[in-house]
Nanobody, 124 residues
Framework: QVQLVESGGGLAQPGGSLRLSCAAS????????MSWARQAPGKGLEWVSG????????YYTASVKGRFTISRDNAKNTVYLQMNSLKPEDTALYYC?????????????????WGQGTQVTVSS
């Protein structure tokens, strides 16, 4: 069965960095887009970033562009989110998601499996 396991969350100071990982299993990883989304306390799910199945293209929501970098290692079945210059408003539960196809989109309906999430807290 499909499994997505996020790790790497924690407490960071404003301006600091964290690197999230999502280990995938149960499907042919290199055939599907992957994305990261987040949910802050009291708010709805926000799509953060996506990457094509072959890594050839990436997308970011405006609030993280230039600070976050998504990447994937298809040999390790893992997708990453490098988060730099963290801000308190980045505090959220971060989820990785498997796309239904090879192209990354911003539509939650285009993702069929989600991990359990990893908490990121940015505070001094």
């Amino acid at each position: 069965q499909v499994q997505l396991v996020e790790s790497g969350g924690g407490l960071a100071q404003p301006g600091g960095s964290l690197r999230l990982s999502c280990a995938a299993s149960g499907f042919t990883f290199n055939k599907y887009a992957m994305s990261w989304a987040r949910q802050a306390p009291g708010k709805g799910l926000e799509w953060v970033s996506g990457i094509y199945s072959d890594g050839s293209d990436t997308y970011y929501t405006a609030s993280v562009k230039g600070r976050f970098t998504i990447s994937r290692d298809n040999a390790k079945n893992t997708v990453y989110l490098q988060m730099n210059s963290l801000k308190p408003e980045d505090t959220a539960l971060y989820y990785c998601a498997k796309g239904r196809g090879h192209i990354a989109t911003m539509a939650p309906s285009e993702y069929d499996y989600w991990g359990q999430g990893t908490q990121v807290t940015v505070s001094s």
